[in-house]
């Protein structure tokens, strides 16, 4: 049975229904709504944030058992080890050496560390082209170059390093993190870009150090103490200040430095 239609165009046909979908959300579902979505983004953004935190976490536990394996290695080997901290490339990976090795008197700064890489690729290329020359030279004319019979000025021999190819000491490529900081008493400042040293001696010691670590972002922090003696490395998180101003003597007593 079809229902009836109405006389008055205005009013709804006798049996038809309104439905309440064609009347959209009203105020109060569209509020809650939002606040859905906004209550499942700020638990992606904490969850993505943890995520982040122990990757890196554990990023900065991995350095600290590289530190510690070096400083063990340099202690049995009976030779000169170093940490190289690549700040450019987010990398670190140690280093041997089994020549005499003796630690600068003075602080190195910005200055000094660009005089020593100059000094390095100047040795570099003059390595490099004594060797071309003793390559393309004859027999005949190796015995009368009088270059080979000629005094020189006499150079320090700078000692050599080599990277260790094992395994917990290759080069590792930092994820989703980076390397923040370095600091020893043998730099006037923390130092943040080039490469950075962290050297390991015989008798087991090593150089007080700071080591930072942080996410991408600079955001989030964990800081690696050294200690010189045991080379036990405490992990912090957090960015803790490198104390610049404190220096020790040979005897192991503080000494106060001014800064410049």
């Not at 005089?115 to 570099?124: C, G, R």
């Not at 150079?155 to 094992?166: G, L, Y």
């Not at 962290?198 to 800081?223: M, N």
Request: charged share 30%; no cysteine; glycine share 8%.
């Amino acid at each position: 049975m079809r229902a009836r239609h109405s006389d008055d165009g205005g009013r709804p046909r006798q049996g038809a229904t309104i439905s309440s979908s064609s009347a959209g959300f009203t105020l109060l579902e569209l509020l809650l709504v939002l606040g859905l979505v906004g209550l499942m983004s700020a638990s992606m953004v904490a969850g993505y944030r943890s995520v982040t935190k122990a990757e890196l976490r554990g990023s900065a536990s991995k350095l600290a058992g590289a530190i510690r394996y070096v400083f063990d290695r340099a202690s049995s080997t009976g030779k000169v080890h170093r940490l190289v901290l690549d700040f450019e490339e987010g990398k670190y990976w140690a280093e041997v050496s089994g020549d005499r090795f003796f630690m600068p008197r003075e602080r190195e700064d910005e200055e000094t560390r660009l005089k020593e890489l100059e000094a390095i690729e100047e040795e570099q290329k003059e390595e490099a082209e004594q060797k071309r020359r003793q390559e393309s030279a004859s027999p005949e004319e190796m015995l009368i170059d009088p270059s080979r019979y000629q005094p020189t000025e006499w150079k320090a021999k700078r000692p050599r390093f080599e990277a260790i190819n094992e395994r917990l000491v290759k080069p590792v490529e930092l994820r989703n993190a980076k390397l923040a900081g370095l600091f020893t008493p043998r730099y006037a400042k923390p130092i943040s870009q080039g490469q950075g040293y962290l050297y390991f001696f015989p008798l087991g010691q090593t150089e007080p150090a700071v080591v930072h670590i942080s996410d991408e972002e600079g955001k989030s922090f964990f800081s690696l103490l050294v200690h010189p003696l045991s080379g036990k490395v405490k992990v912090h998180g957090g960015y803790i200040e490198p104390r610049v101003d404190e220096q020790f003597d040979d005897e192991g007593n503080r000494v106060t430095v001014t800064p410049p």
